[in-house]
């Protein structure tokens, strides 16, 4: 089991910065994949942004592209999610999953989820 723990969200203004973290736990962490998704009231949940496990060739959408950097940091167990330029559009609640793969073997995509942290963008 992989335990996933949010934080860094909040009330911010149009134009502003956050910095969301996301700690697991309870597997060694730089055997997983982590990606960042939302969802905003009423809407599906999408994808946000990406990171394999080796650190290379994030992905991001389309809609967060130049203005969210995705990282981590293997010593920390931690991912996290840079988000500048902020905007109406961008709030939802935020959670992180990780994906892995046993033994070489089966692949799981995003298996493990956490609570996830609301981020909600003021006028």
Known sequence: QVQLVESGGGLVQAGGSLRLSCVASGRIF?????????QAPGKERESVAAIARTGGSPYYADSVKGRFTISRDN???????????LKLEDTAVYSCAASERINGGTYYPYRYWGQGTQVTVSS
């Open 30 to 38: 730089s055997s997983l994949d982590m990606a960042w998704f939302r």
């Open 75 to 85: 010593a920390r167990n931690t991912v996290y999610l840079q988000m500048n330029s």
